[in-house]
């Protein structure tokens, strides 16, 4: 490659876009560092076409391989406008705007207008009065995304049998896809208007909120007196909960759609940046990190000595709690969701249209059930028996032990909402815009709740009460 001259690369300068001058020198050192898209962006104000002709610059004039470009994620996926756009029909995340549903086929406008006529929004329910703050009570680990550590996606909690009311409703300006963690202080969750929440748990009135300034896709944890999350902005965020005041910011080089486990006082999470991240909550830096050949989109799920998180290499990695890899196994789809493990199985989705359950110590695989379309959410543990959903759209229920079907429910569109299962009871929700309760044992309808959007948010359950979000911007309390 060409040594990059002081005088070679004033033919560079001037890179514009709205006639904004670029010192392409140091461009050139940010690229090879390896800084990501997002960051180059931000910090040269350029457009994802000003960045382009910026590569394009560099190729022509030798300063860059086009293998260096091609070792880099792909434009539309390292920006902060990753996912914005998503299929109405087939609930799939896409890079950029779109007419033809690339995943489905589905003409979009069509689709909506035919939507609307069907479904109609729900009734609204009067808002109670703001009611004075309570003291915290906030314990160790008091809430995190799939209930426990092991991601089993089992809540100690009475169900919620018979749907009696909605008890409250609380609107942002943007799609909820994160699953609200509750404690007895609160309700935490973020939205796609580029703010995090905290909403009284009882009444559902908004006691703070934080400007992220991003998309904030990823499920927050709350560890004592703080809770954590990620943005699509390549940040990771730890907030004081009874303020609302930042106290932890961690970047990374891509946007974090994983939600974090925190244990030991180290907080783990995935980035788009190819990176399984330990972050030391004492020191606020990392306490290593772990390199894969792909985005890491999924959560981590903690066993009682290994890590397991997967990636879009179609690889879930165990790895121990210093960070070295103790095992790999391979899938033909890329894994984008949680794992969830017992003692002895590791259990968890791929795009390749399978579930897997591996042994949790080996990684050997131990049976694996297919599907008419993509793993989409992340499989629920209760008893013998695995929930799971798919973009077939249908929920399944299999032996853990067998990996024989016990019973599938069939909804009307894609189910990329995880089950939550409680006291005889399994609750998801569905691109259709309902939120489903079946039992636990037959698979048979309960009940259901319809939302005016999609929900692809897991539901969290506590007291009696099922906490969701929609992608009419809303989080729904139900009784």
């Excluded at 479904?119 to 995304?145: D, E, N, Q, W």
């Excluded at 409250?168 to 202080?185: E, L, Q």
């Excluded at 909403?199 to 703070?208: I, L, P, S």
Aim: aromatic share 12%.
């Amino acid at each position: 490659m060409l040594e990059a001259s002081p005088w070679m690369l004033r033919w560079l300068v001037g890179v514009t876009m709205n006639r904004t001058k670029i010192d392409a020198m140091q461009a050139l050192i940010d690229i090879r560092g390896g800084m990501s898209d997002s960051h180059l962006m931000e910090k040269y104000r350029l457009t994802s076409k000003g960045l382009q002709s910026l590569f394009e610059k560099l190729l022509k004039a030798g300063f860059l391989k086009q293998s260096d470009l091609d070792d880099r994620m792909p434009l539309s996926e390292k920006t902060v406008d990753i996912a914005l756009f998503r299929c109405p029909a087939c609930g799939m995340p896409q890079f950029t705007s779109f007419e033809e549903c690339p995943q489905c086929g589905v003409i979009v406008s069509k689709y909506k207008d035919i939507q609307e006529k069907i479904y109609a929004m729900p009734t609204l329910m009067p808002m109670p009065a703001a009611m004075p703050s309570a003291a915290p009570k906030v314990g160790r680990l008091a809430a995190i995304f799939r209930s426990n550590l092991k991601r089993t996606g089992v809540y100690d909690t009475k169900p919620v049998k018979e749907l009696t009311e909605l008890k409250w409703k609380f609107k942002t300006d943007g799609w909820v896809s994160a699953s609200p963690a509750i404690t007895g202080d609160g309700v935490y969750f973020g939205s796609l208007d580029g703010n995090f929440y905290k909403a009284d748990m009882e009444h559902g009135f908004e006691r703070w909120r934080f400007s992220v300034g991003s998309s904030v896709y990823s499920s927050c944890a709350v560890f004592d007196s703080q809770v954590f999350f990620g943005s699509l902005d390549g940040n990771f965020y730890g907030l004081d909960v009874s303020t609302g005041k930042l106290r932890l910011k961690f970047s990374t080089l891509g946007p974090i759609y994983s939600s974090p486990a925190v244990s030991n006082n180290c907080a783990y999470f995935g980035s788009l940046d190819t990176h399984l991240y330990a972050l030391d909550l004492n020191s606020q830096g990392p306490k290593w990190k772990f390199r894969t050949s792909g985005p890491v989109y999924s959560s981590p799920t903690i066993g009682d000595d290994m890590i397991y998180f997967g990636g879009l290499d179609g690889i879930l990695y165990a790895l121990d709690f210093d960070g070295k890899e103790l095992w790999r196994f391979k899938t033909s789809g890329p894994v984008t969701t949680a794992a969830a493990v017992t003692p002895d199985l590791v259990f968890f989705g791929s795009g390749d249209r399978c579930a897997y359950a591996c042994d949790a110590h080996s990684g050997k695989e131990q049976w694996h059930f297919r599907v008419e379309d993509k793993v989409t959410s992340c499989p629920a543990v209760a008893g013998d028996v695995l929930y799971f959903g798919s973009a077939d759209r249908h929920v399944y229920a299999v032996d853990i032990r067998t990996g024989l079907d016990k019973w599938k429910f069939e909804t009307e569109s894609s189910v990329y909402s995880s089950p939550a299962v409680a006291a005889g009871m399994v609750y998801f929700g569905s691109g259709d815009r309902k939120l489903y309760a079946l039992d636990l044992k037959t698979g048979q309808e309960v009940w259901r709740f319809k939302t005016g959007s999609p929900i692809y948010s897991s539901p969290s359950i506590a007291e009696g009460v099922i906490y969701f979000g929609s992608d009419d911007g809303c989080v729904y309390a139900i009784t």
